[in-house]
């Protein structure tokens, strides 16, 4: 039977764990033996918090009623014995679910209200202001009763039409999209604006987060959802039903939502049991399936093997019975595979690069490092050989020739400090235009070229525009930066001829690759200043709205590109600052050993042991540092176990699996630490 996309991705968090445990152990013996620079200890702890802490995003999205909030029950909540997220006919889940779990935050369930709506700040402000939330806690030992709490995300209020058309419900220039004007010229309207709960379910510890998403134009009405959200996913879901085909709401879903083409994107056909018919035979009723997946490939002109027959509520019913016909009728698993095969490899393969690469560079660092150590080592030696046997004059004379040759030496750090000087403001102008205040001032030139009127296409093309002076400000950045490296080039160059240095510059820095990310960000964006989105252009608050979502996606972009450079420029620098040290305490050193050979004249030989016991120690070194870079390697290099087939116990497909990761509050399914 196959694996599931459950215990694949409990594999995933063992591989993150394991690999951490071996990224720490690296992290541990360079602390140790005083061998960590500042910029070396950031990328440890960085890579560390990406290992255990990065969240990995699945969004479930489609027109109601398609049977999202089904299909994750049946994925990932089958375990708790009955159905959790509310699911049934007609609109349903009225606000954005966002599943996850932080240790930091309650257990429970925290709701935004609606009317927030009618305040500026963002879904993203909001979050930071607990105090704004409704929260209700959740009885993890009865299911019941936290099925009861979760029908909170149903919960509708009514309101007046003027009232729905300042909370972003009502439009009058779209009729076909508003909601049925009730009694009293009421409208019927989410009493939530954003709910997210927060459950130490193992998947989501493990940093899985799961988005649910309301149908019927709802996606649409939230810019924060198709700006901020679903372009943050890893995967995306789009889900249809067997029984409706693709009708025409479901097709602009998926144009004006799906077509980002940096998410793996999944597409199952819900509700296959509702083909089944009993005037046919199996045989016919598998072709009517084969027949609609094909129309749907078309339709979304995608492979037809990539959409997914699936019944998620024969799934939901299967699992909760233990029925493993039921489970294979319902073809879920098919579907859960591809789902992990799609995203779980891809997410180890990029954090498992990021690993290995940065533990190399940092190898790459040390050996250098231990190769200029064993160079003075060899030389002292072969200065104190050459003692051998001399009188104490010519003892005398070398302790002269040392000091001569140090302060000679000294003479290196005007030259450092005339370099540095000239690095960091090199530095500082290769970052100035990277700033997040900068960002803020392009887009607000945005909003004045368009000065409050949002026409379609004049904002397209001053969108446009400012994404071709962003894409500007990576390259001069990139250009900066190759000015600094040809600078230390040539500066590293004269300090090792004149002054005995062996210093490297390290090899270019590439920040222009982050131009994609921005063309990612501009195809996202841009679809809502297209002709079609007037109505919503002209929305009261959406500008302010889609400016601030716009700043701050930008913000993250710019923000890491300033990171890498720093970084990389501080590796540089630390570098210098290393060998400096390491050439003055070899001065004292040799002064030292020369100083107390003249004293006694059996110090000869103890120094000389010293020496080469200094040298072993730095041979021991670098051979552990071999093996424990080695073994990381090794271990971020490992296939993500998956786990065997389940079923050998009799039970049916899955059933191991999930009894194993089931809802775990004592916290015994936790992986230990450093397994
Ligand atoms: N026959 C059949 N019904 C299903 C299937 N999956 C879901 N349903 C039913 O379809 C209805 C809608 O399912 P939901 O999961 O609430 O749909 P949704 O997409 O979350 O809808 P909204 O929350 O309103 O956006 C419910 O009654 C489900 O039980 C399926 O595979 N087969
Ligand atoms: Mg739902």
Same mark, same amino acid.
């Given at each position: 039977?196959?694996?599931?996309?459950?215990?694949?991705?409990?594999?995933?968090?063992?591989?993150?764990?394991?690999?951490? !445990?071996? /990224?720490?152990?690296?992290?541990?013996?360079?602390?140790?033996?005083?061998?960590?620079?500042?910029?070396?200890?950031?990328?440890?702890?960085?890579?560390?918090?990406?290992?255990?802490?990065?969240?990995?995003?699945?969004?479930?999205?489609?027109?109601?009623?398609?049977?999202?909030?089904?299909?994750?029950?049946?994925?990932?909540?089958?375990?708790?014995? +009955?159905?959790?997220?509310?699911?049934?006919?007609?609109?349903?889940?009225?606000?954005?679910?966002?599943?996850?779990?932080?240790?930091?935050?309650?257990?429970?369930?925290?709701?935004?209200?609606?009317?927030?709506?009618?305040?500026?700040?963002?879904?993203?402000?909001?979050?930071?202001?607990?105090?704004?939330?409704?929260?209700?806690?959740?009885?993890?030992?009865?299911?019941?009763?936290?099925?009861?709490?979760?029908?909170?995300?149903?919960?509708?209020?009514?309101?007046?039409?003027?009232?729905?058309?300042?909370?972003?419900?009502?439009?009058?220039?779209?009729?076909?999209?508003?909601?049925? &004007?009730?009694?009293?010229?009421?409208?019927?309207?989410?009493?939530?604006?954003?709910?997210?709960?927060?459950?130490?379910?193992?998947?989501?510890?493990?940093?899985?987060?799961?988005?649910?998403?309301?149908?019927?134009?709802?996606?649409?009405?939230?810019?924060?959802?198709?700006?901020?959200?679903?372009?943050?996913?890893?995967?995306?879901?789009?889900?249809?039903?067997?029984?409706?085909?693709?009708?025409?709401?479901?097709?602009?879903?998926?144009?004006?939502?799906?077509?980002?083409?940096?998410?793996? +994107?999944?597409?199952?056909?819900?509700?296959?049991?509702?083909?089944?018919?009993? /005037?046919?035979?199996?045989?016919?009723?598998?072709?009517?399936?084969?027949?609609?997946?094909?129309?749907?490939? $078309?339709?979304?002109?995608?492979?037809?093997?990539?959409?997914?027959?699936? *019944?998620? +509520?024969?799934?939901?019913?299967?699992?909760?019975?233990?029925?493993?016909?039921?489970?294979?009728?319902?073809?879920?698993?098919?579907?859960?595979?591809?789902?992990?095969?799609?995203?779980?490899?891809?997410?180890?393969?990029?954090?498992?690069?990021?690993?290995?690469?940065?533990?190399?560079?940092?190898?790459?660092?040390?050996?250098?490092?231990?190769?200029?150590?064993?160079?003075?080592?060899?030389?002292?030696?072969?200065?104190?050989?050459?003692?051998?046997?001399?009188?104490?004059?010519?003892? $005398?004379?070398?302790?002269?020739?040392?000091?001569?040759?140090?302060?000679?030496?000294?003479?290196?750090?005007?030259?450092? !400090?005339?370099?540095?000087?000239?690095?960091?403001?090199?530095?500082?102008?290769?970052?100035?235009?990277? *700033?997040?205040?900068?960002? +803020?001032?392009?887009?607000?030139?945005?909003?004045?070229?368009?000065?409050?009127?949002?026409?379609?296409?004049?904002?397209?093309?001053?969108?446009?525009?400012?994404?071709?002076?962003?894409?500007?400000?990576?390259?001069?950045? $990139?250009?900066?930066?190759?000015?600094?490296?040809?600078?230390?080039?040539?500066?590293?160059?004269? /300090?090792?001829?004149?002054?005995?240095?062996?210093?490297?510059?390290?090899?270019? &820095?590439?920040?222009?690759?982050?131009?994609?990310?921005?063309?990612?960000?501009?195809?996202?964006?841009?679809?809502?200043?297209?002709?079609?989105?007037?109505?919503?252009?002209?929305?009261?608050?959406?500008?302010?709205?889609?400016?601030?979502?716009?700043? *701050?996606?930008?913000?993250?972009?710019?923000?890491?590109?300033?990171?890498?450079?720093?970084?990389?420029?501080?590796?540089?620098?630390?570098?210098?600052?290393?060998?400096?040290? =390491?050439?003055?305490?070899?001065?004292?050193?040799?002064?030292?050993?020369?100083?107390?050979?003249?004293?006694?004249?059996?110090?000869?030989?103890?120094? /000389? $042991?010293?020496?080469?016991?200094?040298?072993?120690?730095?041979?021991?070194?670098?051979?552990?540092?071999?093996?424990?870079?080695?073994?990381?390697?090794?271990?971020?290099?490992?296939?993500?176990?998956?786990?065997?087939?389940?079923?050998?116990?009799?039970?049916?497909?899955?059933?191991? =699996?999930?009894?194993?990761?089931?809802?775990?509050?004592?916290?015994?399914?936790?992986?230990?630490?450093?397994?």
């Amino acid at each position: 039977m196959m694996p599931n996309f459950a215990s694949n991705l409990d594999a995933l968090g063992q591989w993150r764990v394991a690999t951490d !445990a071996k /990224l720490a152990n690296l992290a541990r013996f360079a602390r140790e033996q005083d061998l960590l620079n500042d910029a070396s200890a950031e990328w440890f702890e960085a890579m560390r918090h990406r290992l255990s802490g990065e969240k990995l995003m699945v969004a479930f999205v489609a027109e109601f009623s398609r049977g999202k909030s089904e299909l994750i029950n049946a994925i990932f909540f089958s375990d708790k014995g +009955r159905r959790m997220m509310p699911a049934s006919a007609g609109r349903t889940t009225m606000c954005p679910v966002e599943l996850g779990y932080d240790d930091q935050d309650p257990v429970g369930l925290t709701l935004l209200p609606i009317d927030t709506r009618l305040e500026a700040a963002s879904l993203a402000e909001f979050r930071r202001q607990p105090q704004a939330w409704t929260h209700i806690t959740l009885d993890l030992s009865n299911p019941e009763g936290m099925a009861q709490a979760l029908a909170e995300v149903m919960r509708t209020r009514l309101v007046s039409k003027d009232q729905a058309k300042l909370l972003g419900f009502w439009a009058d220039e779209r009729p076909e999209d508003n909601p049925p &004007l009730l009694e009293n010229d009421q409208v019927e309207v989410p009493e939530w604006r954003h709910a997210r709960i927060n459950l130490p379910h193992p998947l989501l510890k493990r940093g899985l987060v799961v988005l649910d998403t309301p149908g019927l134009n709802a996606i649409g009405t939230e810019p924060e959802l198709t700006l901020g959200l679903l372009p943050q996913a890893h995967a995306t879901v789009f889900i249809l039903g067997a029984d409706t085909g693709v009708t025409k709401s479901d097709l602009s879903i998926w144009r004006d939502h799906l077509s980002g083409p940096a998410l793996a +994107r999944f597409v199952a056909l819900n509700k296959i049991d509702a083909l089944a018919d009993p /005037l046919s035979t199996p045989q016919q009723v598998e072709g009517v399936i084969s027949r609609q997946c094909e129309s749907v490939a $078309q339709t979304l002109e995608i492979p037809p093997e990539h959409v997914f027959p699936i *019944s998620a +509520r024969q799934a939901l019913a299967a699992r909760l019975n233990g029925d493993a016909a039921g489970l294979r009728a319902s073809r879920l698993e098919a579907f859960e595979n591809a789902l992990s095969e799609g995203l779980l490899p891809k997410r180890r393969q990029m954090l498992a690069d990021s690993a290995i690469d940065g533990a190399t560079q940092f190898r790459h660092q040390l050996v250098r490092r231990f190769g200029e150590m064993r160079r003075l080592h060899a030389e002292q030696l072969l200065e104190l050989r050459g003692l051998r046997g001399k009188s104490t004059g010519k003892v $005398q004379l070398m302790l002269q020739r040392v000091q001569a040759e140090a302060t000679e030496f000294e003479q290196c750090t005007a030259r450092l !400090a005339a370099m540095r000087s000239v690095h960091a403001r090199m530095l500082r102008g290769a970052l100035i235009d990277l *700033s997040s205040e900068r960002v +803020r001032q392009e887009v607000d030139v945005l909003g004045q070229v368009l000065g409050g009127s949002w026409l379609p296409l004049g904002a397209k093309k001053a969108f446009v525009e400012l994404c071709s002076r962003l894409r500007l400000l990576i390259e001069q950045a $990139q250009q900066r930066n190759d000015e600094i490296h040809s600078m230390l080039v040539a500066s590293f160059a004269k /300090l090792n001829a004149e002054f005995g240095f062996s210093l490297l510059a390290e090899s270019q &820095l590439d920040v222009r690759k982050y131009t994609e990310d921005l063309v990612l960000i501009e195809r996202n964006y841009v679809q809502y200043l297209g002709l079609s989105q007037a109505f919503r252009l002209a929305q009261p608050g959406f500008q302010e709205q889609f400016r601030r979502m716009l700043v *701050s996606r930008l913000r993250v972009v710019f923000e890491t590109i300033s990171n890498d450079i720093e970084l990389w420029n501080k590796t540089a620098s630390a570098q210098v600052d290393g060998q400096l040290r =390491e050439r003055r305490r070899n001065f004292k050193r040799r002064y030292e050993s020369l100083d107390r050979i003249q004293s006694a004249s059996n110090e000869l030989d103890a120094r /000389l $042991q010293e020496v080469q016991g200094q040298d072993e120690r730095v041979l021991q070194l670098q051979t552990r540092l071999n093996t424990l870079v080695d073994e990381l390697v090794a271990q971020a290099q490992s296939e993500v176990g998956l786990n065997g087939p389940a079923g050998a116990s009799g039970g049916y497909a899955g059933a191991p =699996e999930l009894s194993k990761i089931s809802l775990d509050l004592a916290g015994t399914n936790e992986v230990p630490e450093g397994a």
